[in-house]
């Protein structure tokens, strides 16, 4: 079946605009993350939807981030006011959750930033 | 929250060799550790998890040890073969379940 899909895979922004990407888990999938990758980098934890509950968002590095999810199905991840920084590779990743009693975490492919 | 640490950042072993990368956390209510490996421009994919109710899992040449009382648990690849070369990433659970903290990574080498 279709995996986590992501949009769009690449983006370049100037400095100090917003973006925003998208990202499409797994049908049925309660849980869904989004990390951050810099470059050579380990997984950085964002945020966090599982279900109708509160998101856990303890990873949003500053108030320029923010994220939105739709039930279950759509999320979008919005940074206001791009700095260079915030170059990185944004991944989300989606899994059955507590309910399924499945915690594998399946990842999308990516949206590459670019803040230039 | 959870910490986990992870150590070498960097290995690299002759093909056919043994793997071993060691992983630390600081919650000890944490119950799920999982290891994904990311290939070189790719996404990260599970490849072996354990609970903690066992202390060792085995998956043909990987195996993931861990030691509740100490907080740590380790990775162990047999046999290696160059298409092991990848980033390891150890994680765990903290309290939440199906939150996981990821540690920072570890970049096998496998040299043919």
């Known amino acids: 079946g279709a995996g986590v899909s992501q949009s769009p895979s690449n983006k370049v922004t100037e400095k100090g605009k917003d973006v925003e990407l998208r990202c499409d888990p797994i049908?049925?999938?309660?849980?869904l993350y989004w990390y951050r990758q810099r470059l050579g980098q380990g997984l950085e934890f964002l945020i966090y939807f599982q279900g109708n509950s509160a998101p856990d968002k303890s990873g949003l590095p500053s108030d320029r981030f923010s994220a939105e999810r739709t039930g279950e199905s759509v999320s979008t991840l919005t940074i206001q006011r791009t700095q260079q920084e915030d170059s990185a590779v944004y991944l989300c990743?989606?899994?059955?959750?507590?309910?399924?009693?499945?915690?594998?975490?399946?990842f999308g492919p990516g949206t590459r930033l670019t803040v230039t | 929250g959870e910490n986990v640490e992870q150590h070498p950042s960097t290995l690299s072993v002759q093909e056919g060799d043994s793997a071993v990368i060691k992983c630390t956390y600081s919650d000890s209510a944490s119950n799920y550790f999982p290891w994904y490996k990311q290939e070189l421009g790719k996404r990260p994919q599970l490849i072996i998890d354990?609970?903690?109710?066992?202390g060792e899992k085995k998956d043909q040449r990987i195996a993931v040890t861990l030691n509740k009382t100490a907080k740590h648990f380790s990775l162990h690849i047999t046999e290696t073969q160059p298409e092991d070369s990848a980033v390891y990433f150890c994680a765990a659970n903290g309290a939440s379940y199906d939150k996981v903290i990821f540690g920072p990574g570890t970049s096998l080498s496998v040299i043919p």
């Open positions: 049908s049925g999938h309660t849980a």
């Open positions: 354990i609970r903690s109710n066992v």
């Open positions: 990743a989606s899994s059955l959750g507590i309910a399924g009693g499945n915690y594998e975490q399946y």
